[in-house]
């Protein structure tokens, strides 16, 4: 489902699921040079460390058709403004990307009934294991621990089209051994007397990883997404933009206090699982923000309140 833009609209939500909406283009946010992702680390004497590149581009998605057990980290860039939500996704067994698909669309359907069927058939026919969302002067890598099996890429954005982009993956062979690479802070998103909260732990640092992590009840995925802020952007104007949402995944139809083309971070990951982000952020203020939906009321999570202010150092 990709969205054509144009200067004066663009992709309503860098939200992953929410990807059928709108926004009008706000100012561009604060002007330092962008602080790509470290190399990725070399992996100890004797060990053996997986490093594949994901590429999603007008032309269609690049990604690798095997991969080892064990530790991989995905690079993943993109060329065109318009791709570049590439995600790794587990089917069941049986399920077909069609089946997998018609799930997901009833997700960003933006009404509570379909959103809490969607959520349920998902939970029988895949589990979604995060990913990346980049542009391009934005590039990321995401890291997971993956087990022999079948696994699909595919781009969020195309995911409405005739024919979505999407790649096998066939994970087999001799496991890779070498460890994922060190993160300097951990972001939890977890459920604190009935209300989704972020658990950042240690410092966020330009250019080095940082682990997000799922621990919200089973059944309920969460996504990540990092949000340079305005240095005259304060709480109460995040807040007074959030309160304009629609319950259930509309946009306000202005940028507000987000720049909606800048965003980065993780895509929906099941409940457990965890991913290690290196992206391009820089020094300063950030958001980090949950557009996906929950699973029981098809209620947006960021109107609940999942967001969160930090520094990056």
């Keep these: 489902m990709r969205t054509k833009r144009t200067r004066s609209t663009r992709v309503g939500a860098v939200a992953c699921l929410l990807l059928a909406l709108t926004a009008t283009t706000g100012p561009a946010t604060a002007a330092a040079p962008a602080s790509a992702p470290a190399a990725v680390e ?3 004497d004797g060990q053996s460390a997986q490093v594949l590149d994901i590429r ?19 690079r993943v860039t993109t060329t ?56 391009p002067n934005l590039p990321a890598s995401f890291g997971k621990t993956l087990t022999p099996g079948t696994y699909w890429f595919f781009d969020y954005q195309n995911i409405r089209d005739a024919q979505p982009r999407f790649a096998t993956l066939t994970v ?21 007397d009935g209300r989704p909260v972020w658990d950042l732990q240690g410092t966020v640092r330009a250019g080095r990883p940082l682990v997000f992590r799922n621990a ?21 104007d995040l807040k007074a933009y959030i309160a304009e949402f629609g319950d259930h995944g509309k946009f306000p139809d202005h940028s507000g206090a987000l720049d909606l083309a800048q965003g980065t971070g993780g895509l929906p990951m099941n409940s457990g699982e965890s991913s290690v982000l290196n992206l391009t952020l820089q020094p300063g203020r ?22 969160k202010i930090f520094e990056a150092r």
């Design 80 to 135: 065109d403004p318009a791709s570049g939500w590439v995600s790794l996704v587990r089917p069941k067994p049986g399920v077909t990307f069609e089946e997998f698909r018609s799930s997901l669309l009833k997700i960003i359907n933006h009404t509570a009934p379909d959103i809490i069927e969607g959520s349920a058939e998902l939970r029988d026919r895949a589990e979604l294991l995060g990913g990346t969302v980049i542009h």
């Design 172 to 192: 087999g062979g001799a496991p890779a051994t070498a460890p994922l690479p060190v993160p300097t802070a951990s972001l939890t998103g977890r459920l604190v």
């Design 286 to 307: 950030y958001a980090v923000v949950d557009f996906f939906v929950d699973a029981n009321d098809g209620t947006i999570f960021i109107k609940r309140g999942h967001w």
């Design 216 to 236: 919200m009840p089973a059944g309920q995925n969460i996504e990540a997404i990092f949000f340079r802020l305005a240095e005259d952007t304060t709480e109460e």
């Design 56 to 74: 999603s581009s007008a032309e269609g998605l690049s990604a690798p058709a095997t991969a080892r057990p064990g530790n991989v980290t995905f």
């Design 42 to 44: 070399p992996a100890p």
